[in-house]
C-alpha cells in the first residue's frame, strides 16, 4: 500500500471545506484544510503538498493573491493549484489564475466526479515524481559508493604497488648474493660433504626467495593491470625457439613431480611481434599449472599458426576443473582448489589472461574433472593499428 500523499484544502466557508472533504475522504490521501491563506501558507511551510484546491474569493487575502505568494517560494513552485471559482461569470478571472500559477479551475457547485477524477491524476503525478526523485537520488548515493569505492581500491593497489616494490628490491639483492655464495661455496670445496651441506641449505635459501619473488611480482602485475600500466613491449621473436627453451628449463621442475613435457612444434619456425619477457610469462605460468595439478602425468604443449594468429595448447591430465570452476578460473584471487591443498594466491590466470589481451588475443578452457584441462592462447603475430598507436 503506497503512502497517502497530502492535499490543502483551501476554503474561508467551513461549509465547503466539509463538502470538498466527504468528496475526497479516502486512504490515499491525507486532506488538510486552512480557513484563510495566511493559514495555507503556514502549512505550506510545514508540509509537502501533492495539490493546493483553492478558493477563488476569500476576505483579506483572496485566491489571486495567495497562490502568487506561493509561487514565490521555491519549495512550492511546482505544487500544483486548482481553483474552485463560485460562479459562471467568474470565468472571465481564468487568465488571471493561469497568470499566477494555477494549473486547472472547477466551478461550483462542484461535480463530484470531476473534482475525484482531476485531484486523482495530480495525485498520480506527484507520486510518480517522488518515485523519480527517489530514483535518482538512489542512482546518486550508488554513484557516491562506486567512487568512493573506485578511490578506496585506487588507494589500495597504489599501497601494494609501493609495498611490493619496496620488498622487491632487498629481495632481489639477496636473491643474487645467495646465488653468489652458492656458486663460491661450491668452487672453494669441490664435492667435501661440508660443501654440499652448505650448498643444500643455500639451494633451499635461493628457493624461498624466488618464490617471495615471484608473489610480489604478481602483485606489482596486478597493480599494473588495474591502475592501466600493463605494458606489452613487442618485438620480432621465434616463438618456436622461446617454447623449447621454456620446455627445457621446466624440465627438471616436471620430474620432481613425476612428470614429463612433450613439446610439438611444426617444422618451420613460427615467428611474430610478441613481448618475449611476458610471452614467456604466460606459457610458464601454464606449464607450471599443469604440472602443479597434473597428478604426475604427461603434459602436451603444443605450438600451431595460420595466416594471422598464432596458437599455443598446453594439456595435462590432472584433476581437472568443474564447469563451475571454468566460468571464473580467470578471475583475481580465484582458485579452483583449497589453499590447504596447494599453494598460491589465485592471481596467476588473472595475470596471464590480462597479458593475453594486451597482446590482443584470447585464452580460453576445456576440462573435465578427473579427466584433465587444456588451456588454449590465441594471440596475433602482428599488433593492430590501434595497439600500434597505443604503444
Known sequence: MTAPVNILLVDDHEENLVAVRAILEQPDYRLLSARSGSEALKLLLQEDFALIVLDVRMPIMDGFEVATRIKQRERNLATPIVFLTAEAKEVEDFLQGYAVGAVDYITKPILPELLRGKVKAYAENYRQAVRIRDQEATIEAQKRTAAELAATAQARDEYFSLVSNELKNPLTALNLAIGLMGKEVKKEFKETAPAQWIHDRLSFCLSQSGRLLALIESLLDVSRIKSGRLEVNREQINLTSLLQGLALRLKPQAQEAHSSISLSVPKEPIEGEFDRIRLDQVVTHLISNAIKYGQGKSIEVALSSDDQNVMITVRDRGMGLSKKDQ?????????A?????????????????????AHGGEISVESELGQGSTFSVKIPKRASAEQRLAA
Open 327 to 335: 566460468q571464473w578460473i580467470f578471475g583475481r584471487y580465484e582458485r
Open 337 to 357: 582448489v583449497a589453499q590447504k591443498d596447494f599453494s598460491g594466491m589465485g592471481l596467476g590466470l588473472y595475470i596471464t589472461q590480462e597479458i593475453v589481451r
